[in-house]
């Protein structure tokens, strides 16, 4: 089955402790993104790949990073989360990288206390 | 202003009626233009894309496009309860963007009231 693979898909942690959401997928695409999804604000871009090792910041990149080592792999890395990340993130891939036709993963709920 | 704009809603039609969902955005130059459904609790999915002025019918479900009038909408006839969802939409490309950036709207919540 064609998916893309958020995990974990809760988390609770505390401010300062590093945390890595994990991404995969199996559909062989070049391009991979992290979105973050806060009420009022919508659907917003962190990091997106256009290939494996060529990465570039989105609109909200401050205080994470990502790293595109292999096709299918996505992780994005918060170093020193704090409060203002608790957030819903979602994962998402694509054939193209010039396209909006996005498979998006079934999201991880963050929370930072 | 907003770079993709939407109203938040919510909209509330009845079953068996046509929902009317607008969207609007500031770049002239944007090239392609989507429509995610999201339900309550999932992660968006893709249900229509457009890329040239016009009319795209998909089933029960048809996008327009209007390039000059920055403007594309999601008309959903036969409204059906399993309709009831945030319809999120996303513009590509354009001038500002890049090829790269899909942003999206902040979506409207839509309910079709049995």
């Known amino acids: 089955e064609a998916q893309v693979t958020q995990n974990p898909r809760y988390l609770i942690t505390v401010t300062g402790k590093k945390l890595t959401v994990t991404c995969s997928q199996n559909?062989?695409?070049?391009?991979m993104s992290w979105y973050r999804q806060d009420p009022g604000l919508g659907l917003r871009q962190i990091y997106y790949s256009m290939n494996v090792e060529v990465t570039d910041k989105g609109d909200v990149p401050e205080g994470y990073k990502v790293s595109r080592k292999e096709k299918r792999n996505f992780p994005l890395i918060l170093e020193s989360p704090s409060p203002n990340q608790t957030s819903l993130y979602f994962c998402?891939?694509?054939?193209?990288?010039?396209?909006?036709?996005?498979?998006f993963g079934e999201g991880s709920r963050l929370t930072v206390l | 202003q907003k770079e993709v704009e939407q109203n938040s809603g919510p909209l509330s039609v009845p079953e068996g009626a046509i929902a009317s969902l607008n969207c609007t955005y500031s770049d002239r130059g944007s090239q392609s233009f989507f429509w995610y459904r999201q339900y309550s609790g999932k992660s968006p999915e893709l249900i229509m894309s457009?890329?040239?002025?016009g009319d795209k019918e998909d089933g029960r479900f048809t996008a327009q496009l209007n390039k000059a009038s920055q403007y594309v909408s999601l008309l959903i006839r036969d409204s059906q309860p399993s309709d009831s969802a945030t319809y999120l939409c996303?513009?590509?490309?354009?001038?500002?963007?890049?090829?790269?950036?899909?942003?999206f709207g902040t979506g409207t919540r839509l309910t079709i009231i049995p």
């Open positions: 998402a891939s694509s054939f193209h990288r010039i396209t909006g036709e996005l498979f």
């Open positions: 996303a513009v590509n490309g354009g001038t500002n963007f890049g090829n790269e950036k899909l942003t």
């Open positions: 457009i890329y040239s002025n």
């Open positions: 559909m062989n695409h070049e391009y």
